[in-house]
């Protein structure tokens, strides 16, 4: 059973602060892997879908990477902003069929 | 109206209550999830409908019934249920030709008295 990891559950960071979130999945035959926002109270918005054969995906000031033979990837995100806040989730999916496993998220607080 | 809608957004409801949780996807996609999000736990996956079938049932209990009259709609009839499944649940579309991106709602908060 795949089971996803995110370190650290909390982070605070001042603002302009580049930052690391960490996620760990225990099965490497994943199809792709997913980065997702989530506000308080709200739905989640996808950020970046890398491709199992894909080693990052950038947009803007995030980049994804992905490392499937040690079952890693880590979202960076470049000079945070308190806009940035929210808990940020990590999900991937298997090698065939739609479900997306989880992990319980970092929550990232950017202080101004 | 644009993106994945829910409604109602908020809803409390007595353990003996009936109710229904809809879902709208606006986007053309063909596949869309039902997702529980509960406090200090992962999303967990309760139901897949693709092309208005259902491919996975998480072990999720019969007090939640699906419905997905097409592929727009989703809803989630809601019976007997239990203070434990007080959650946030989630509504989710995507393409449906594979793997790819899903498009989330904003979800329907529920608490269970």
């Known amino acids: 059973k795949q089971e996803v990891t995110q370190i650290p559950a909390a982070l605070s960071v001042p603002e302009g602060e580049n930052l690391v979130l960490n996620c760990s999945f225990t099965?490497?035959?994943?199809?792709?892997l997913q980065w997702f926002r989530q506000d308080p109270g709200k739905g989640l918005t996808s950020l970046l879908l890398i491709q199992s054969s894909q080693r990052e995906q950038t947009s803007g000031r995030l980049n994804a990477s992905l490392d499937k033979s040690s079952g890693r990837s880590t979202l960076y995100i470049a000079a945070s902003q308190p806009g940035d806040s929210a808990t940020y989730l990590c999900a991937v999916g298997k090698t065939s069929g739609s479900r997306l496993t989880f992990g319980e998220g970092t929550q990232l607080t950017v202080n101004p | 109206e644009t993106g994945v809608t829910q409604t109602p957004r908020h809803l409390v409801m007595g353990m003996t209550n009936k109710k229904s949780l809809k879902c709208e996807q606006h986007l053309g996609h063909n596949a869309m999830y039902w997702y529980k999000q509960s406090a200090k736990k992962p999303l967990e996956l309760m139901f897949v409908?693709?092309?208005?079938?259902?491919?996975e049932n998480n072990s999720v209990p019969s007090r939640f019934s699906p419905e997905c009259p097409n592929s727009s709609h989703l809803f989630l009839h809601l019976h007997t249920l239990q203070p434990e499944d007080s959650a946030l649940y989630l509504c989710?579309?995507?393409?449906?030709?594979?793997?790819?991106?899903?498009?989330f709602g904003p979800g329907t908060r529920l608490l269970v008295l």
């Open positions: 989710a579309s995507s393409q449906g030709r594979g793997y790819e991106t899903q498009y």
């Open positions: 099965d490497s035959a994943i199809y792709n």
């Open positions: 409908y693709n092309f208005k079938e259902q491919t």
